[in-house]
């Protein structure tokens, strides 16, 4: 498959911390292409890479050498400015914790990323009404996170990651604070937004249930691919 055809294509990618005089090595010569509208999961134990390397398609990290192409744009040679106006256009995130603001509404929590754009609000309305309705919480938009359960608070979390449209989503285990059926409704509509929407979604994950969404998955194992 030709870089035009992948939304990432990652190659010789490596990442390593310095702690003090010691080195460690988060991820090690990662070469990996991820198809445009792909539900890609990434499993492997605690602290095999697999968040790092989430970060760095991401733009939250870079790596230490290697390249990262997300839609033809090495994210790896923006600065810190570029970086974050590409993140804005370009990436819906998801969390494992929420990241709501308890005093803003749903509404208003999902429209926080249109705020950094020119949209006029009417547009930055329909939007926000829309993302809601993907997420089937429009009739909640005026609640108050704490007047959320769990599982509607991720929702609200995916829908303020999609009021921009981006072609990439990504999730770092997402249903990791939530209850077995909460965390069948979120994985639902991350696999219907890959496979309805044309969205990539990447998803870190331990739960194989959790990767069985996916439409591939990849493990991580000491900060390299074991597959």
């Known amino acids: 498959m030709s870089d035009r055809e992948n939304i990432v294509s990652i190659r010789n990618l490596s990442k390593i911390y310095a702690q003090g005089e010691i080195q460690v090595t988060a ?6 292409a991820i198809a445009a509208g792909e539900f890609l999961t990434l499993m492997g134990p605690s602290g095999s890479g697999k968040s790092t390397l989430l970060h760095i398609i991401a733009g939250v990290d870079r790596p230490t050498s290697g390249e990262c192409l997300v839609q033809g744009v090495d994210v790896t040679k923006l600065n810190e400015s570029q970086l974050a106006d590409w993140r804005n256009q370009n990436v819906g995130f998801v ?3 929420f990241n709501l603001i308890p005093v803003l509404t749903a509404f208003e929590n999902v429209e926080l990323p249109l705020l950094l754009t020119r949209l006029g609000p009417a547009q930055r309305r329909r939007q926000v009404h829309a993302a809601l309705e993907l997420v089937g919480l429009a009739d ?6 704490k007047q959320l359960s769990g599982g509607q608070e991720q929702r609200v979390a995916i829908a303020r990651a999609l009021v921009t449209d981006p072609r990439l989503v990504v999730a770092d285990e997402p249903t990791g604070n939530l209850d077995s059926h909460s965390a069948q409704e979120v994985l639902g509509i991350l696999q219907s937004l890959s496979r309805q929407a044309g969205k990539t979604v990447i998803m870190v994950t331990h739960d194989p249930k959790a990767a069985a969404f996916g439409s591939r998955s990849i493990h991580l194992e000491k900060g390299e691919l074991t597959n």
């Open 95 to 97: 969390f494992q914790t």
């Open 27 to 32: 991820l090690h010569d990662i070469s990996l």
């Open 140 to 145: 909640r938009m005026h609640h108050l996170p």
